[in-house]
């Protein structure tokens, strides 16, 4: 599992969200991944690409979802390759708050469609807006998502669990779907097939003339804050460049503890 070869990149992080890699007695253990069966394609790649004896193996059971579903599991027990995965990053047993990115060589791309593939997804709106999110509750994986995708759009975002799930739920829309989307699901990579087919569609979304262009959100610096919390009020807004109400809600943010103090020069 080369990390810097495309596919084992995308395997990799797929694993890392939708796998599980189970420790039983002595040197016994399992590494196995899920999907539903119209995802089973998918699993044989993984076959394909996997030096070891694996299988993939089919069930159908009722669940809180459906009356009958069906799903395709591939499974490895090698204890060479279970140990090469877990020094990557995948561990043993409950993993969800735990996994981050790779702390060798990997290439990035490959390894956020994994991701995306696994936790996430790809598509339109109800309203007929192009998006790409994704769902975890690793706050390594969240950040680097949203690095990757600003690094790539110039889109910001702000990692923040959500109160009800207590997990990050990073969402893009428009313009910004559209490049996160056709940057990751490029020709022939390796992927879900049905999400490939939806990254495609996005190109075809322009906006309408109607439509706005909300600008990108300008992010406070350090040294906004301090010239904030020195003058005290509002009246700072000709002195930053900003709105007084955007001077106010800040103030307040900073005074009360929702974001953290700037350090001292």
């Known amino acids: 599992m080369d990390l810097e070869v495309p596919e084992y990149a995308y395997m990799f992080g797929f694993l890392q969200m939708d796998g599980h890699l189970r420790q039983d007695r002595g040197q016994k ?15 044989y790649q993984f076959k394909q690409l996997t030096p070891y004896n694996s299988s993939v193996t089919q069930r159908t059971r009722s669940t809180n979802f ?10 490895m027990c090698s204890l060479e390759a279970r140990t090469r995965i877990n020094a ?7 993993k969800s708050n735990d996994i981050a990115p790779p702390r060798v060589a990997f290439r990035a791309r490959d390894y956020v469609r994994g991701i995306v593939d696994a936790d996430g997804s790809v598509g339109y709106t109800s ?14 994986i969240a950040t680097f998502f949203c690095d990757y995708a600003r690094d790539l759009t110039g889109a910001e975002r702000t990692t923040k669990r959500n109160a009800r799930d207590n997990v ?20 022939g990579c390796l992927s879900l097939q049905r999400k490939q087919i939806k990254a495609d569609s996005l190109a075809a979304w322009s906006r309408p003339a109607s439509m706005r262009v909300i600008p990108a959100q300008r992010r406070w610096t350090p040294e906004e804050d301090r010239t904030l919390l020195r003058i005290g009020d509002s009246s700072a807004a000709d002195h930053l460049g900003r709105s007084e109400s955007s001077c106010s809600m800040r103030l307040w943010r900073l005074r009360s503890g929702r974001v953290p103090t700037p350090t001292e020069q």
């Open 29 to 43: 253990g399992r590494l196995e991944a899920e999907v539903s069966v119209r995802d089973i394609d998918l699993l």
């Open 66 to 75: 459906a009356e009958v579903h069906t799903s395709a599991t591939w499974s």
């Open 88 to 94: 990557l990053g995948l561990p043993y047993g409950r």
């Open 127 to 140: 309203q007929g807006l192009p998006f790409v999110s994704l769902t975890t509750a690793s706050t390594a």
């Open 168 to 187: 990050y739920n990073v969402l893009y829309m428009k313009e910004s779907a559209q490049m996160l989307a056709a940057d990751l699901y490029y020709p």
